[in-house]
């Protein structure tokens, strides 16, 4: 539960039992109902790119998740998971697809696709979401691994990729390079100048050293 500072009255609160269970082979199955208050001081927009918002006033609503993971020990390892139920004075429905692939001892590719739909009928506005993630591990032994995340977002039109480099010179001692691109999709925008492919690029470079004292 959430408090806001200015009035002293509750912003968020969420009650969310949970039950799951794991199988002897190491499949995992979870199950969550969600019941979420939000009281918003002002209309509530999703982006610049759509019409879609929700006005100003207290909300009550509930969502059931489902979710499934395959064991750890499998070479190639689905997931699914899936909500379902009220968002808001509307309703949300969102379905999730993952697997992750162990090629080898050292390299691994995961992709996670999530789906996501909201319609408010009250007020005839809905959008729809795309979101994937892509991942690629490397490590070729205790001390080098290379991390390599990229995303897109429909909602925004954004693809953002993330690597990382890490050398572990000895416990306490670590050799960090990320690096950071997030680029624009959809360049171009009605009424608007064209917008630049990149949208932010950083380059972050990070050595930590542990000193020890006595033995």
Do not use: C
Request: proline share 3%; hydrophobic share 30%.
């Amino acid at each position: 539960m959430y408090v806001r500072n200015i009035d002293h009255h509750v912003e968020t609160g969420l009650i969310n039992p949970h039950f799951g269970f794991d199988t002897k082979g190491g499949s995992k199955y979870r199950a969550q109902y969600n019941v979420r208050y939000d009281n918003l001081l002002r209309p509530f927009t999703f982006s610049n790119e759509n019409n879609v918002s929700v006005p100003a006033g207290t909300y009550w609503y509930g969502n059931l998740e489902l979710s499934y993971e395959a064991p750890n020990g499998w070479k190639l390892r689905p997931g699914l998971s899936a909500t379902l139920g009220q968002f808001y004075d509307g309703n949300q429905s969102t379905i999730g697809l993952s697997a992750e692939w162990n090629i080898s001892s050292h390299f691994e590719i995961g992709d996670e696709y999530e789906y996501n739909k909201i319609h408010f009928k009250k007020r005839d506005q809905q959008f729809h979401t795309h979101l994937n993630r892509l991942r690629f591990r490397y490590a070729l032994d205790t001390h080098l691994s290379l991390t390599t995340f990229a995303q897109y977002n429909s909602e925004i039109d954004k693809t953002s990729v993330n690597a990382r480099f890490r050398y572990n010179f000895e416990e306490g001692n670590d050799l960090w390079i990320v690096y950071d691109h997030i680029m624009n999709t959809r360049r171009t925008q009605t009424g608007l100048p064209r917008l630049p492919v990149s949208d932010y690029r950083a380059l972050l470079v990070k050595f930590t050293y542990t000193f020890k004292f006595g033995d």
